[in-house]
């Protein structure tokens, strides 16, 4: 749908995104490391984390359109960084980030050796050309993104969770 294709070997069937999100915290995360994302948050993110003995570190949007702060982002990124969770179309906000925006993110992960997580919960509420429906529609997503996806919103049946996150065999 997207123009992206994987083997199924590498998708995996969820209860929804966040179930995806919390196996891939449980599998990535180490006791004292840290995850970055970026306020306004899904409110269970700090839950997820601290679950696996991780950190969440929050870095303030901007006040003109909820971005990233990105010189804060800068500030806080370390040795113990381990992933950085970009949720687009955001909850709560619906913020999303432009394909050019997201293609920086991607060139930055593989350039640290960073790794996204991918909340794309939201995607089916997306109807601008510029904004992608999937990390994979960048070049390069695939050495450094995970991506979590649910069924739940476009398919009408919030509460009830079923979802999918891909894992890119180069991950």
């Not at 303030?60 to 500030?75: A, K």
Request: charged share 20%; aromatic share 12%; with cysteine.
């Amino acid at each position: 749908r997207f123009g992206t294709s994987f083997h199924a070997g590498n998708i995996l069937m969820t209860v929804g995104a966040a179930s995806g999100l919390n196996v891939i915290l449980k599998t990535l995360l180490n006791p004292g490391e840290q995850v970055i994302t970026f306020a306004p948050y899904f409110v269970e993110y700090g839950s997820y984390v601290r679950n696996y003995d991780g950190e969440l570190v929050v870095v303030s949007p901007n006040t003109v359109d909820f971005q990233p702060n990105l010189v804060e982002f800068e500030e806080k990124i370390n040795e113990k960084t381990k992933a950085v969770i970009i949720n687009t179309p955001n909850n709560p906000t619906g913020a999303m980030v432009s394909k050019a925006e997201l293609q920086k993110w991607v060139d930055y992960a593989n350039k640290v050796g960073a790794i996204i997580l991918y909340d794309a919960a939201y995607e089916a509420y997306i109807s601008e050309k510029d904004i992608p429906h999937s990390i994979y529609e960048c070049e390069g997503a695939r050495t450094c993104a995970i991506e979590m996806r649910s069924f739940s919103k476009n398919a009408g049946f919030t509460g009830m969770r079923l979802g999918f996150t891909v894992i890119p065999k180069d991950i």
